[in-house]
C-alpha cells in the first residue's frame, strides 16, 4: 500500500512539475512574477534592474504573441480613423465639452458666489455648486444628475462651467 501511495506521489509532483515547465498560455500573474523577482534577486542576476523593469522584461515577455497580436488588434480597432480636415477644424472651432445626456434639464449658476470670495478658487467653485445642487433637490431640477457619478456627475458639469 505504501508503495502505491508513493508512486501516486511522485506521478503527481511529475504532473507538477511537467505543468510548471510548459509555457504558460498567460501572462504570469502578480504573485508568480514577484516569486521569479526574488529568486533573481537571491541569485544575483537582477544586477540594477527595478522590479517594474524586471516585470516588462520577463513576466510579460511570457505572454504568448497570439494574444498579444490580438490584443494589437482590438487597440487598433478602437482607435479613431482619419478624418477629413474640414471636420477636425470644426471639431476644434467648439472647444467647449458637451454635456452629459442627463443634465439637459439641470439648473447651473452662471458664476461664482460672492459669499466664497475669500476660499480658494477650486473651493470657491465647490461650495457655490453645492449650494445650488441643494436648491435644485428641493425643485428637482438637478435633470437626473447626482453630485458625483461616473460620466460626469453635477459637480464635474458645473465646475466646467464656472472655469469657463
Not at 502578480?30 to 534592474?49: I, R, T, V, W
Not at 497580436?69 to 487597440?75: I, L, N, Q, S
Not at 472647444?95 to 439641470?106: F, I, M, R
Not at 467653485?125 to 460620466?151: E, F, H, P, S, V
Request: glycine share 6%; net charge positive; hydrophobic share 35%.
Amino acid at each position: 500500500m505504501k508503495v502505491f501511495a508513493r508512486i501516486g506521489l511522485a506521478a503527481t509532483l511529475l504532473a507538477c512539475t511537467t505543468v510548471m515547465a510548459a509555457p504558460s498560455a498567460h501572462a504570469l500573474t502578480a504573485k508568480e512574477c514577484h516569486e521569479k523577482f526574488k529568486e533573481a534577486k537571491a541569485d544575483g542576476s537582477l544586477k540594477d534592474q527595478t522590479y517594474k523593469a524586471f516585470k516588462t522584461a520577463t513576466c510579460d515577455a511570457a505572454q504568448p504573441e497570439a494574444t498579444k497580436a490580438t490584443e494589437t488588434k482590438a487597440a487598433e480597432a478602437k482607435a479613431p480613423e482619419a478624418k477629413p480636415a474640414e471636420t477636425k477644424a470644426a471639431e476644434t472651432a467648439s472647444t467647449a465639452k458637451p454635456l452629459p445626456a442627463s443634465a439637459e434639464g439641470a439648473v447651473f449658476p452662471s458664476a461664482v458666489s460672492a459669499q466664497y470670495s475669500k476660499l480658494s478658487a477650486g473651493k470657491a467653485r465647490q461650495k457655490t455648486c453645492l449650494d445650488q445642487y441643494n436648491a435644485n433637490k428641493a425643485n428637482n431640477a438637478n435633470g437626473g444628475l447626482k453630485w458625483i457619478q461616473k460620466g460626469g456627475g453635477y459637480y464635474s458639469v458645473c465646475n466646467t462651467r464656472l472655469k469657463g
